[in-house]
């Protein structure tokens, strides 16, 4: 049977139930986990971005700042973090704040990004190296660039036991039918691109092929890199809030993404624990279904 | 690149304005107490031009763009930035340009007192910039001091170029350093890209404007 959006949304209860049983093993009770489609093992539905957030290359105070980030998403239950070689110095303050918070649980998400494929193989070492982590969990192909000398690489790094899961990149739609190609060609564990209350394009074709094919989904810019949140920071929250557990802007569109049932997690950046406290927070029942997400979405369209 | 245009130049922007402005207070705290160094430069290069002709100013610049392209691009702005990997090497090109128009010292004829005036005022310019800091708010500590800093120190060569009526060679990185830095700070949302925007505008048109005599045989 074909997956469309309205039978996605459908399912939406059944996909949020079945992860009700992971929850414990995957953080505090609080946070929601879904599920890898490919292993069954459960993630925290809310993770950490840092691009711009985490560059702030050697500077003392801003690398414990980010430090300080880490520690409140780690005691709030979080546990994927992403990064890659292109946002800068991210990799090896990521590295650093692993090294201040030790971490008992994380799930590592970095991405190879080099048009040269030849040197993919040293990139990820050195980005291992930053992280200072034995092995990452999730290696993927930053915005498809040059991926078929990579996603080989990738899927040999797999079945070698060096990576646990692979899959692809891409933001804001760009290169959207090869996206689409390889997600249908490839065996990919993980893909990540653009989804949010008004970028909503994901779900015609790539969350549906992503919920059909067993593909786990991260969702990058979810507030548009702040300016959604920044927009709607002066619009009182509409009454609906209410009714999914909302307290803030920024938990409705973390809720309208996670309601999405083909969605596995989010990963929102921030400089600020108290951010990051709130966006994991939002990662709980109650979740808008499919009337109130129409509702949420015409609602910011308006502001 | 794919899809070019879907970008717009706030994807290129990888770093927060605070990450921006406090790479130069960290510098000029680590150089301690250089940035004092540099706006002795600033003037120095300015009284060289008016009195001595433009040998002097142009050897303190060769010693400054490196300095500047190895310090500040490759050393702290390259850690946030892997675009500098790039640029840091141009600023090597342009201390080689200054060290080769400096050692080659060729007299020429004195520009005309407009475009000595324009170049002089670029030189202030530089040598004043300092103040941007604690007129844009932010402390003086994370002040752009020529010499040390990449805006200051193209906007200040730009005027030594105006003042010397310096060759051709010379001018085509400074310039597109400034409009790069004020593509940057305009996307930082900082109303200061103005003025390397404006240094690179007005520059060139005073030399076109008022071009130097032919040099003395």
Redesign the interface.
Known sequence: MPITRRRLLELAPLAALAAQPKRAAAGPPSVLARVIPSSGEAIPAVGLGT???F?????P??RAECAAVMAAFFAAGGSVIDSSP????SRAVVGHGLAQVKPQRLFSAEKVWTAQGAAGAAQIERSREFWGVPRFDLLQVHNLLDWKAHLPRLTAMKAAGQVRYVGITTS????QAEFERVMRDERLDFVQLTYNILDREAEARLLPLAADRGIAVLVNRPFR?GALTRRLAQAPLPGWAGEIGATSWAQAILKFILSHPAVTAAIPAT?RADHVRENLAAAAPPLPDRALRERMAADVRAV | MPEWWTYSPEDFLMFSPRVYWRMFELGNGALWPLPLAGQVLAVAAGLACLRTGARIATAILAVLWAFVGWAFLWNRYGVVNWAMSYVAPLFALQAMLLALAAADGAAAGRPPARRMIAGAALLAVAFAYPLLAPLSGRPLASAEVFGLAPDPTAIGTLGVLVMAGAGIALWPIPVLWCLFSAATLWTLGTAQAFVPFAAAALAPAAALLWPRPPPRA
């Open positions: 691009w711009i957030t560059n702030v290359g050697d500077d105070a801003l292109m946002y800068g110095s804001e739609g760009r290169r890199q400089t």
